[in-house]
């Protein structure tokens, strides 16, 4: 079974410019994450998707960042214009949704965002 | 105040040394205590879990949870090279519930040396 698959691995953007990031889940499972670990800090919650709706958004810093989950499938999320502090490490985890309950969640490799 | 307190370490041991790692954490209503390990480049794997207080034991890890000192710990026994990584915690408030969203410690970089 594929793991969670996330791309690109590495961007390095200029300051001001877009980038979208991309997240392929598990097959199956509806939840899906974001999470960001800026240099030096924790790992830190951005948003949940359950299927194609945002369960809660509230790590999300600000209206730079858009995320996406069209059809309940991959997600991408967008960085429009990205600014220094945006650079981290963007993972992504999925993790299954039955009877209502949530399970473990399975991440994928990140994707290391510079921006110059 | 950081929610979870975590050694960022460096911590280096010779193989076949018991590696003790630690996060205390502020907020007393996490239920659910994870660890984490991730290899350089990976993301993050879950390698155990334990709900409230008491241990759970898995091989050569061992997990353990203070509610009341707020503190947790994971105990690996004879420490291999391939156990050399960083190693998370992480917490939920209700897991199963609607969110789950994961907090983190910041993460012990572990080398065990052969």
């Known amino acids: 079974e594929a793991g969670v698959t996330q791309f690109p691995s590495h961007s390095v953007i200029e300051k001001g410019q877009t980038v979208t990031l991309r997240c392929d889940p598990i097959?199956?499972?509806?939840?899906l994450y974001w999470y960001r670990r800026v240099m030096g800090k924790e790992i830190k919650f951005l948003l949940h998707?359950?299927?194609?709706?945002?369960?809660?958004e509230s790590g999300m810093p600000n209206n730079r960042f858009l995320a996406e989950r069209t059809g309940g499938t991959y997600s991408t999320l967008k960085v429009q214009p990205a600014e220094l502090e945006d650079s981290g490490v963007y993972f992504c985890?999925?993790?299954?949704?039955?009877?209502?309950?949530?399970?473990?969640?399975?991440f994928g490799p990140g994707t290391r965002l510079t921006v110059t | 105040q950081k929610e979870v307190e975590q050694d960022p370490g460096p911590l280096s041991v010779p193989e076949g040394a018991i590696v003790s790692l630690n996060c205390t954490y502020s907020?007393?209503?996490?239920?659910?205590f994870m660890w984490y390990r991730q290899y350089s480049r990976k993301g993050p794997e879950l390698l155990m879990y334990?709900?409230?207080?008491g241990n759970k034991e898995d091989g050569r890890f061992t997990a353990q949870v203070d509610k009341s000192s707020k503190y947790i710990s994971l105990f690996i026994r004879d420490s291999q090279p391939s156990d050399s990584a960083t190693y998370l915690c992480?917490?939920?408030?209700?897991?199963?519930?609607?969110?789950?969203?994961?907090?983190f410690g910041t993460g012990t970089l572990l080398a065990v040396q052969p």
């Open positions: 985890a999925s993790s299954q949704l039955a009877g209502g309950l949530t399970y473990e969640q399975y």
């Open positions: 097959s199956g499972h509806d939840n």
């Open positions: 998707f359950v299927k194609e709706s945002k369960q809660d």
């Open positions: 907020n007393s209503a996490f239920q659910y």
């Open positions: 334990t709900y409230s207080s």
């Open positions: 992480a917490m939920i408030m209700n897991y199963g519930g609607a969110t789950n969203k994961l907090i």
